[in-house]
């Protein structure tokens, strides 16, 4: 599935499941929850925390969580994300085309 088509899938779902999108701000609430429960899976996978009894890790499950709202986002602020990561890709090859190689942190 490419970008274009997992915004028309999240859109198409919206229409044909839900009522209409959240609100822009309910949206961008729901996207800061969904980020600090990746957070929640990422710090006691990797960092120090430990898991409670029950929870799992489900990683992915909230990857893709966090994935969906910023589609829902990207939709209704008629945002094209294919457009923008490329975008983001070129920002990034100009601006830190040396910098990471002469990190010495990163050797
Ligand atoms: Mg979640």
Redesign the pocket.
Known sequence: MTIEEAQQAVDKWIKENGVRYFSELTNMACLAE?VG?LARVMSRTYGDQSFKEGEKANLG??MA?VLWVLLCLANQTNVNLTEELRKSFDKKTIRDKERHKNNPKLK
């Open positions: 969904e429960e499950e909230e969580d």
